[in-house]
T-cell receptor, first 114, second 114 residues
Framework: AQSVTQPDIHITVSEGASLELRCNYS??????LFWYVQSPGQGLQLLLK??????LVQGIKGFEAEFKRSQSSFNLRKPSVHWSDAAEYFC????????????FGDGTTLTVKP | EAQVTQNPRYLITVTGKKLTVTCSQN?????MSWYRQDPGLGLRQIYY???????DKGDVPEGYKVSRKEKRNFPLILESPSPNQTSLYFC?????????????FGEGSRLTVL
């Protein structure tokens, strides 16, 4: 069965600093990969997704992620964090063999210091 | 406005009292899914539906039922709720499924079972 690991439960960065959130997956083939963001009291919103092609994908709000097959990783990055980026971030895997199943990581909570 | 609507948003109930959480989407999506979110556990898939009258179990289906009689609606039924079903529940929809695209989430339903 597929799995998703987000090694960092909580990350704190200063406003204006760069950010990298880690995501590792376990799956026998190349999955579809997603990053979602959840602001307090809200549902999840898609930041970006990877299906195939260019391994560096751009998303909304200035985020990007890079798919590295050799490392089974899909890390999320942002060059300069804004206070409004404080939220919980989820990496997720979808399967090309079963479009119905979805697996989410446990999430990483981002705190932004002024 | 494209949206996924869940009701109720907040509910406190007692053990054994049947309840239904409704979910409706106005985007003509074929795929709908239910998740529960618990601290430190991320989102876990309960049930999903690829289309009308087609439902399947996710990772944690025990104690839940679903039905998909109409394309827009996907209610989650707790026949005999227990305290371990206290959680934050999210409904999501997608055009064809997590394996094919973005999930759109409702704002969540916080359920407390006493």
């Amino acid at each position: 069965a597929q799995s998703v690991t987000q090694p960092d439960i909580h990350i704190t960065v200063s406003e204006g600093a760069s950010l990298e959130l880690r995501c590792n997956y376990s799956y026998g083939a190349t999955p579809y990969l997603f990053w979602y963001v959840q602001s307090p009291g809200q549902g999840l919103q898609l930041l970006l997704k990877y299906f195939s092609g260019d391994t560096l994908v751009q998303g909304i709000k200035g985020f990007e992620a890079e798919f590295k097959r050799s490392q089974s990783s899909f890390n999320l990055r942002k060059p300069s964090v804004h206070w409004s980026d404080a939220a919980e971030y989820f990496c997720a895997v979808g399967l090309n063999t079963n479009a119905g199943k979805s697996t989410f990581g446990d999430g990483t909570t981002l705190t932004v210091k002024p | 406005e494209a949206q996924v609507t869940q009701n109720p948003r907040y509910l406190i109930t007692v053990t054994g009292k049947k309840l239904t959480v409704t979910c409706s989407q106005n985007m003509n999506h074929e795929y709908m899914s239910w998740y529960r979110q618990d601290p430190g556990l991320g989102l876990r898939q309960i049930y999903y539906s690829m289309n009308v009258e087609v439902t399947d179990k996710g990772d944690v289906p025990e104690g839940y039922k679903v039905s998909r009689k109409e394309k827009r609606n996907f209610p989650l039924i707790l026949e005999s709720p227990s305290p371990n079903q206290t959680s934050l529940y999210f409904c999501a929809s997608s055009l064809y499924g997590q394996g094919n695209g973005e999930l759109f989430f409702g704002e969540g339903s916080r359920l407390t079972v006493l």
